[in-house]
């Protein structure tokens, strides 16, 4: 369980990019934050592990409490996923995922070699994502979909308890996303994993979340099973703006 709790963000130059909210995210459940660019759903995914600091309000995390006091234990426990991969080009596939494990060694420990035990997890992070042949590639010889499967990779060798994934499939084909957040969802659903999700796709929302919080202006405008989600709720989430198209992805 994770949950923020009278959650406030204002940016410095004065901007209200997240308007107070509390929520509570049950674990093992599958949730989208839906919202036009710039709705402050970014803004809420990277509050709940210390990227974006609360104006006010705090989160909460089972086990630790709240998190501005454990956060390093926290974020080695919560798995992130970035629309652009984060990935560093000229390292191998192993060698990025393996970054993975380094929020669970302290700073010195961080300088020695990976053990043949994180090695041997690594591997088979990337065998669940379907990218064991390339274990040893270069990462800029990949696909969009290929390195993002890596970013999965890398959240899962952190053994998390919590996955936020921020826009993961904003930069890839409609095929290709879908197939991407297929994978994403069933090693969550088979892990029993808490995951946070951040999506633009309407479409892709509707098929995977178990919940859907929808954003807009940065207020919380809807919070409920996906079938609940009506066009009014759409209309208010989109701000009477066209509906993205279902079938293409926004850049």
């Known amino acids: 369980?994770?949950?923020?709790?009278?959650?406030?963000?204002?940016?410095?130059?004065?901007?209200e990019a997240l308007k107070p909210c509390t929520l509570r995210f049950e674990g093992g459940a599958f949730t989208v934050l839906l919202g036009a660019s710039g709705a402050g759903k970014s803004t809420?995914?990277?509050?709940?592990?210390?990227?974006?600091?609360l104006s006010e309000g705090r989160v909460?995390?089972?086990g630790l409490g709240e998190i501005s006091h454990k956060l390093r234990a926290h974020r080695s426990r919560t798995g992130m996923i970035f629309q652009q991969h984060q990935l560093i080009g000229r390292r191998t596939v192993l060698a990025n995922v393996l970054?993975?494990?380094?929020?669970?060694?302290?700073?010195?420990?961080t300088l020695l070699p990976f053990s043949e035990a994180e090695k041997r997890l690594a591997l088979a992070a990337i065998e669940r994502v379907g990218l064991l042949d390339y274990a040893l590639r270069r990462?800029?010889?990949?696909?969009?979909?290929?390195?993002?499967?890596?970013?999965?990779?890398?959240?899962?060798?952190?053994?998390?308890?919590?996955?936020?994934?921020d826009e993961p499939v904003a930069s890839l084909d409609p095929a290709t996303?879908?197939?991407?957040?297929?994978?994403?969802?069933?090693?969550?659903?088979?892990?029993?994993?808490?995951?946070?999700?951040?999506?633009?796709?309407?479409?892709?929302?509707?098929?995977?979340?178990?919940?859907?919080i929808g954003i807009a202006g940065g207020e919380v405008?809807?919070?409920?099973?996906?079938?609940?989600?009506?066009?009014a709720h759409v209309a208010r989430?989109?701000?009477?703006?066209?509906?993205?198209?279902?079938?293409?992805?926004?850049?």
């Open 1 to 15: 369980m994770i949950a923020v709790e009278g959650a406030r963000v204002i940016y410095p130059n004065g901007m």
């Open 44 to 53: 809420l995914l990277r509050s709940l592990n210390g990227l974006v600091p």
């Open 60 to 62: 909460m995390a089972e």
């Open 99 to 109: 970054m993975g494990r380094l929020g669970h060694h302290s700073g010195l420990r």
């Open 139 to 165: 990462a800029d010889q990949l696909s969009g979909g290929q390195q993002q499967r890596v970013g999965i990779a890398r959240a899962l060798v952190q053994q998390p308890r919590i996955i936020l994934a």
């Open 177 to 212: 996303a879908e197939r991407v957040l297929g994978l994403l969802h069933g090693i969550c659903r088979d892990d029993g994993l808490t995951a946070i999700v951040s999506l633009h796709q309407l479409d892709l929302a509707r098929r995977f979340a178990d919940r859907i």
């Open 221 to 231: 405008v809807f919070d409920g099973p996906p079938p609940a989600l009506s066009a």
């Open 237 to 251: 989430i989109y701000g009477g703006a066209p509906q993205p198209d279902l079938h293409l992805e926004l850049a």
